[in-house]
């Protein structure tokens, strides 16, 4: 496609349940993030693949939180046991080789958690 | 490590009036920086960026802004408002070494009235 694709794009579920969400990056692009949108937290940087590298995982929550990137482009986040503060949209962006050379971050449309 | 103040949560203007909106960040090492835009129940935009070169940049929908090193700012501006810009504002800065993501400001609510 020709942009960041997430689903789903709006999810409901039980608390302490997993959940797990899904990007599919724009193709080419070596780089993905993940980020948190909450009401009174802002943008919050969860987790950051590039190319084969470890992946920057600094900015997860807590150990219910991982992601991981298969063969270099779709990326899968995972919650588990989901709490109701885990509520929040979930974005996903990817850029073009490094960012810090100076490629733009596109975002896709984000996943809208809500833990009941 | 950076970080990023965007001044007002709310910024409000008439149509036809000039948008104003403030961002200033920290940064150990010379910066990229950038102002993302939100439309309701949608995800960021790049609005524009600035990375070397020219101190002035413009960008999509008639906004532009000048990155001042010596004010560590950003601010985002357009001489006009045009009620389509009504929308959340992000700022946000990325180090332009080593392996890098964006550190977003809080974000401005920009609403526009008749």
């Known amino acids: 496609g020709a942009g960041v694709s997430q689903s789903p794009s709006n999810k409901v579920t039980e608390k302490g349940k997993d959940v797990e969400l899904r990007c599919d990056p724009i193709?080419?692009?070596?780089?993905l993030y993940w980020y948190r949108q909450s009401l009174g937290q802002g943008l919050e940087f969860l987790i950051y693949f590039q190319g084969n590298s470890a992946p920057d995982k600094s900015g997860l929550p807590s150990d219910r939180f991982s992601a991981e990137r298969t063969g270099g482009s779709v990326s899968t986040l995972t919650i588990q046991r989901t709490q109701q503060e885990d509520s929040a949209v979930y974005l996903c962006?990817?850029?073009?080789?490094?960012?810090?050379?100076?490629?733009?971050?596109?975002f896709g449309e984000g996943s809208w958690l809500t833990v009941v | 490590a950076q970080s990023v103040t965007q001044l007002g949560s709310h910024v409000s203007v008439s149509e036809g009036a000039l948008v104003l909106l403030r961002c200033n960040y920290s940064s150990s090492v010379p910066p990229y920086l950038f102002w993302y835009v939100q439309y309701p129940n949608q995800g960021l935009q790049l609005l524009l960026k600035y990375t070397t070169g020219a101190t002035l940049v413009k960008g999509i929908n008639g906004f532009e802004a000048e990155f001042k090193k010596s004010e560590t700012s950003f601010h985002l501006t357009k001489p006009s408002a045009h009620m389509s810009d009504a929308a959340e504002y992000f700022c946000a800065v990325m180090l332009n070494s080593g392996y890098s993501t964006l550190t977003f400001g809080k974000g401005t609510m920009l609403l526009v009235s008749p």
């Open positions: 962006a990817s850029s073009l080789a490094k960012a810090s050379s100076g490629n733009t971050i596109y």
């Open positions: 193709s080419g692009h070596t780089a």
